[in-house]
């Protein structure tokens, strides 16, 4: 399996061909949580941070997060100091929540770089909005104490912090129950005070599920979550809304092909389209293609479109907002080509933006008409999983 856990797409050929392994359909109210529902939600749709919670761990967080995959190799050479220059102009602007992971090239490091900037160069008010939250994608070794501990302080040696805000784990063999061991070293390690809270990303409904059940108190689970694959909403976030666990969402713009770039375009002519060339946009085609293909896609860019037109938005803040609005999910991702371009002005009008009744039928309208990827692909996280 490839080390990177955006890279690691299939093709998407696979249809209902059975799961690696056997799996019972959750019982959710079989779910027993270290404490009641406790996670906040806001009751203001504008509102531009939000807490997530757990028991006792809570962190707030922007409510548009910064992902900086595309530091890790693909979309052009990345330099360090433009990088942070970017990074302050993105606080700066309120966008102060950056999402990375150790396997995505310099990302952790450049976040240290930012960081110290930061605190050298912005009163103490900035620094205490700015969040930094991490993956750690271990391969399916024991899992002992000191396995987990080495890494973490690799982390936050590189990113400079003596406490990650958030730890989000991912486990590529469900089979391995080291999943359990590791995140209750990454627990022990939250209450010494090196995790401020310990997260999830790619965990499907029924291990969520089990993980509760251990008493393990997660915050969130890091899923792919856009208006092409609304998965998370099928089962997700149903567990989600009964336990407090909030959902962060990723290609929620779907590497940008959910955008003005590709309206009224057609892949088949050659030049008559932008290339498809970035790891995000080569995976997020696939996903285009298990929903409809491009034509049906193209009708929700057409949709999209009339919306934004109509409040004075750029296509990709309908298509943040639109899921933001979706039960249990706390953020969502835009990812940041940091020191090549910057999305600042769409990403904060996603927190004036309201859709009304009318936007949210025809969006789903369309939607509608797209197959099922649960049935396509499985649950959360199941893309990364299939053999």
């Not at 994608?137 to 501990?149: C, D, L, N, Q, W």
């Amino acid at each position: 399996m490839a080390a990177s856990l955006h890279h690691a797409v299939p093709k998407l050929t696979i249809t209902t061909a059975a799961r690696p392994e056997s799996r019972k359909r959750p019982t959710f109210n079989s779910v027993r949580c270290c404490a009641p529902p406790t996670t906040t939600t806001t009751t203001d749709a504008g509102a531009q941070r939000i807490t997530v919670k757990n028991g006792n761990d809570s962190l707030d967080i922007c409510r548009v997060l910064n992902g900086m995959w595309q530091t890790s190799g693909g979309w052009g050479r990345i330099d360090r100091d433009a990088a942070a220059e970017a990074m302050l102009r993105y606080a700066d602007a309120g966008l102060s929540t950056f999402d990375m992971a150790d396997h995505y090239g310099p990302a952790e490091d450049l976040y240290g770089i930012f960081i110290n900037r930061i605190r050298r160069e912005r009163p103490p008010e900035v620094l205490e909005r700015v969040r930094g939250l991490t993956k750690w994608v271990p391969p399916p070794v024991k899992m002992t104490g000191s396995y987990v501990r080495q890494n973490i302080d690799i982390s936050r040696k590189r990113m400079d912090v003596p406490s990650l805000d958030m730890l989000q784990f991912h486990w590529w063999d469900y089979s391995n129950t080291g999943y359990l061991d590791a995140l209750k070293h990454l627990n022990d390690l939250k209450e010494e005070g090196k995790i401020k809270t310990v997260a999830l990303t790619n965990f499907d409904t029924e291990r969520l599920q089990i993980i509760l059940e251990n008493g393990i108190p997660v915050v969130s689970n890091q899923v792919q979550h856009s208006l092409v694959d609304m998965r998370p909403q099928q089962k997700m976030a149903e567990l989600c809304q009964l336990t407090g666990v909030k959902l962060i969402t990723y290609g929620t713009v779907m590497g940008g092909l959910l955008s003005e770039k590709f309206l009224d375009t057609n892949l088949s002519i050659p030049f008559a389209a932008p290339p498809l060339n970035t790891p995000s946009l080569q995976k997020y085609k696939r996903m285009v293609d298990a929903w409809g293909g491009w034509n049906l896609f193209q009708g929700l860019l057409r949709t999209l479109n009339k919306i934004a037109s109509k409040h004075g938005v750029s296509i990709p803040t309908v298509a943040v907002k639109y899921v933001l609005d979706q039960p249990a999910v706390a953020g969502s991702m835009i990812g940041v080509r940091l020191g090549l371009s910057e999305h600042i002005n769409d990403a904060n009008a996603v927190f004036s933006l309201v859709l009304d009744e009318e936007d949210v039928n025809s969006i789903q309208e369309v939607s509608k008409k797209g197959k099922d990827l649960l049935k396509v692909i499985g649950d959360c996280g199941d893309e990364y999983r299939r053999i």
